[in-house]
């Protein structure tokens, strides 16, 4: 039946019949997508829901006439249950950039393509905006309290309920009503696409192309920024993200002033909801109707609002708790504890030699702490190590071994943050001096405590010469 009813839209548009029918891979909607191939090559479309069909085909003709990169709706059917458009290949950009989303390194290519996708969001947000009819829009025309809602509730009952953990149910949703009044703070009459991320965006050419935005509607312009940094399985790095935010105000800019201080607070209550509206879907595509791409974005997801939660969001205390519980429920925590970065801090005596690394990967930092003023010279600090205070003192006193460890910070601090974008496990920083219970002991000590507190990475500690070892989770 489907594949009649293209084959007639074809011949009606094209004269021809198509040569080949495939079928391409679902997305998480029920529509169903076919390459017809033939003179031309077009794409034929099977959805169920003609009220989003008639959506699409609406705002496809729109975006087109504000010069946006859409595709072109060719002809429908008379019920609107099929149409067919025309082609922009198979690149999606979240397979351009595979290799930087496996990797956390992306390359100046993947990079370019990312920065002109972020360049042409506020095009379709403010000049798509610009004489539409919202009122076509499917389910509703507008965000509103009601359907922020609707996503909240469905992360409650497809997601968290799913997990079998227990909550208040009545102090959850009087956080949800709090939350809803923190995000309509920030109404605007631009466009919302709403599923804005990598799987949505089509290379052709070298350039982003717009799919999917059918369930598109009036709402403002956070939303998109943060369904789209906050891919769950993009993977984008801290230091990327920040570069492609940056972008995005500067051409953000073009349409209205940029209040960078507003921007970045209310934009983090919209990656707290989008990312509970994700695992909502998650949940659902994936417990619910078994589609497993679902299921393995979760732990990826999990992991973005475990980062989120590392910022208190005060407006939703019991919320924030019961996302807390979360996180650290076994089945979320076991994969994510596999991927953590774990940091062997070790002070050493030089003359017994530099402590091996166990980890196997033999790199690594290791200071020589012995240019700093030595408190083993004098009788009245032998009796003591680089953790009691008479030895502190007399360290913090002249202030070297100050100038000494910020230098170690700047180094080691660079490499942490990289290696935790880039999943590694396990990093060493090891300080000598001559005896391994002054200067080193004092050195290796401030170090984990401030790597532990800086980035919340597991340090474990070892005075090898004091015997002494420590964990800081």
Same mark, same amino acid.
């Given at each position: 039946m489907i594949i009649e009813e293209l084959k007639k839209l074809y011949h009606s548009y094209t004269g021809n019949e198509p040569e080949v029918i495939e079928e391409l891979p679902s997305s998480g909607s029920n529509r169903r997508y076919f390459r017809l191939s033939g003179t031309p090559t077009l794409i034929g479309v099977c959805g169920t829901s003609p009220e989003e069909n008639r959506a699409f085909i609406y705002m496809a003709d729109h975006f087109l006439k504000k010069g946006l990169p859409v595709p072109k709706v060719l002809l429908k059917s008379e019920n609107d249950e099929y149409y067919i458009q025309e082609d922009l290949g198979d690149t999606l950009l979240f397979n351009a950039i595979e290799k930087g989303r496996k990797t956390s390194i992306f390359d100046e290519d993947e990079k370019m393509l990312l920065r002109k996708? !972020?360049? +042409?969001l506020p095009d379709i947000q403010f000049?798509?905006?610009?004489? !539409? =009819?919202?009122?076509?829009?499917?389910?509703?025309?507008? %965000?509103?309290?009601?359907?922020?809602?609707? =996503? @909240?509730?469905? &992360? #409650?009952?497809?997601? %968290?309920?799913?997990?079998?953990?227990?909550?208040?149910? =009545?102090?959850?949703?009087? $956080?949800?009503?709090? !939350?809803?009044?923190?995000?309509?703070?920030?109404?605007?009459?631009?466009?919302?696409?709403? =599923?804005?991320q990598s799987r949505n965006v089509m290379i052709k050419d070298g350039e982003p192309w717009l799919i999917d &935005?059918?369930?598109?509607?009036?709402?403002?312009?956070?939303? $998109?920024?943060?369904?789209? %940094?906050?891919?769950?399985?993009?993977?984008?790095?801290?230091?990327?993200?920040?570069?492609?935010?940056?972008?995005? !105000?500067?051409? +953000?800019?073009?349409?209205?002033?940029?209040d960078e201080n507003y921007f970045y607070a209310q934009l983090r209550h919209f990656v707290l909801f989008r990312t509970m509206?994700?695992?909502?879907?998650?949940?659902?595509?994936?417990? *619910?109707?078994? #589609?497993?791409? &679902?299921?393995?974005?979760?732990? *990826?997801?999990?992991?973005? @609002?475990?980062? +989120?939660?590392?910022?208190?969001?005060?407006?939703?205390?019991? +919320?924030?708790?019961?996302l807390k519980d979360l996180t650290e429920l076994t089945q979320f925590t076991d994969d994510s504890q596999k991927r953590l970065l774990t940091v062997k801090v070790t002070s050493f005596a030089y003359k017994k030699g530099i402590p091996e690394d166990p980890s196997g990967n033999g790199g690594g930092f290791v200071f020589d702490c012995r240019a700093v003023n030595n408190p083993g010279k004098y009788e009245r600090y032998k009796p003591f190590t680089g953790l009691d205070e008479p030895v502190i003192s007399f360290l913090e006193e002249d202030g070297e071994i100050t100038t000494f460890l910020e230098h170690v910070y700047s180094l080691v601090d660079a490499s942490v943050k990289r290696y935790m974008e880039r999943g590694f496990t396990n990093l060493s920083v090891c300080f000598g001096c001559t005896g391994g219970q002054h200067r080193s002991v004092y050195s290796a000590q401030h170090l984990a405590e401030h790597l532990n507190k800086k980035f919340g990475v597991r340090v474990n500690l070892v005075h090898r010469e004091q015997n002494i070892e420590q964990v800081l989770k």
């Open positions: 996708t !972020m360049r +042409l000049s798509g905006a610009e004489g !539409m =009819d919202f009122s076509v829009c499917y389910p509703q025309g507008e %965000l509103n309290h009601r359907s922020i809602l609707w =996503d @909240l509730n469905y &992360f #409650k009952y497809c997601f %968290l309920k799913a997990t079998g953990m227990d909550f208040q149910e =009545d102090r959850l949703e009087d $956080d949800f009503q709090k !939350m809803a009044d923190v995000l309509l703070r920030s109404s605007s009459a631009t466009f919302m696409y709403r =599923d804005f &935005f059918q369930g598109g509607r009036k709402g403002p312009v956070y939303y $998109d920024v943060a369904s789209f %940094l906050w891919q769950a399985k993009a993977n984008y790095p801290e230091s990327l993200r920040e570069e492609l935010l940056h972008e995005y !105000m500067n051409s +953000l800019q073009k349409y209205q002033p940029v509206q994700v695992l909502g879907a998650y949940g659902f595509r994936g417990y *619910f109707e078994k #589609k497993p791409h &679902f299921i393995q974005s979760v732990p *990826f997801a999990v992991e973005n @609002l475990r980062q +989120l939660l590392r910022e208190p969001y005060p407006e939703y205390p019991y +919320l924030c708790q019961v």
